[in-house]
């Protein structure tokens, strides 16, 4: 029988091109994979439609990578593929507003025993939801991306395909616009309504952590993080 498998290469040579891709390709799904899952599990609520949103953007990112390759940024290039599927979601399954739409379905579909408890946390993360929901886009992603998910300022700005300055100016944005709805409705950071700041004399840092502890509260399951490959 004829051996087709690959002849590793000597100490010191090049490896082919396509091996290359191929190492390339793997080590970026190692680094986004969980985190994307994660992104999608905010937008549908859903831990099962994360993981086959997150597997089939891979699916189509590995087709796709010498083209991505090709591209300015790599990066940015396949969080739009991520965007595109996750925005398409909402219209396939006749949900609404994806924010919302998720915030509702993650507390209809717990185990019975966490369902009350879910549903009482309901009101004060849809403050959540919806003030996250009003942001322009970006600072959403921005926000998303830093505080809930744990990029760095420097990944997001790749991803979004900004300077990072560009990046650290959304963020900052999308923590003052969200601190600022949710003190308006009388959310605090632990969603009941007892201790939100007051944004005018809020400090950067009291903000941020207002905005981080809320979205903390949104409990993205660990199985929206994994995929089905090696099962």
């Not at 994307?36 to 099962?48: K, M, N, Q, R, S």
């Not at 025993?113 to 919806?130: N, Q, S």
Request: charged share 20%; aromatic share 6%; net charge positive.
């Amino acid at each position: 029988m004829r051996d087709s498998g690959r002849t590793p290469a000597p100490a010191g040579t090049t490896l082919p091109s396509e091996r290359r891709m191929e190492i390339a390709f793997t080590a970026f799904r190692e680094l986004h994979e969980q985190r994307w899952g994660a992104y999608a599990y905010v937008h549908t609520g859903d831990a099962e439609a994360a993981v086959r949103i997150t597997e089939a953007v891979f699916d189509r990112l590995c087709a796709q990578w010498p083209h991505a390759l090709r591209q300015p940024s790599a990066d940015s290039y396949a969080w739009s593929l991520l965007k595109e599927h996750v925005a398409g979601w909402p219209a396939r399954h006749r949900r609404g507003a994806a924010l919302p739409a998720g915030a509702l379905h993650c507390a209809a579909h717990a185990r019975a025993p966490e369902r009350g408890r879910r549903f009482r946390l309901l009101e004060g993360r849809m403050a959540l939801y919806a003030a996250m929901a009003r942001l322009p886009e970006r600072q959403c992603d921005a926000l998303v991306l830093n505080l809930l998910i744990g990029y760095t300022v420097a990944q997001v700005a790749d991803l979004l395909g900004v300077e990072r300055a560009a990046a650290r100016s959304f963020i900052g944005h999308a923590k003052r616009k969200v601190a600022a709805a949710l003190s308006s409705a009388s959310v605090s950071p632990a969603l009941s309504v007892s201790t939100a700041p007051s944004i005018s004399t809020a400090s950067s840092a009291s903000i941020g952590s207002t905005v981080s502890v809320a979205l903390s509260a949104l409990e993205v399951p660990s199985e929206a993080q994994h995929s089905g490959r090696g099962k």
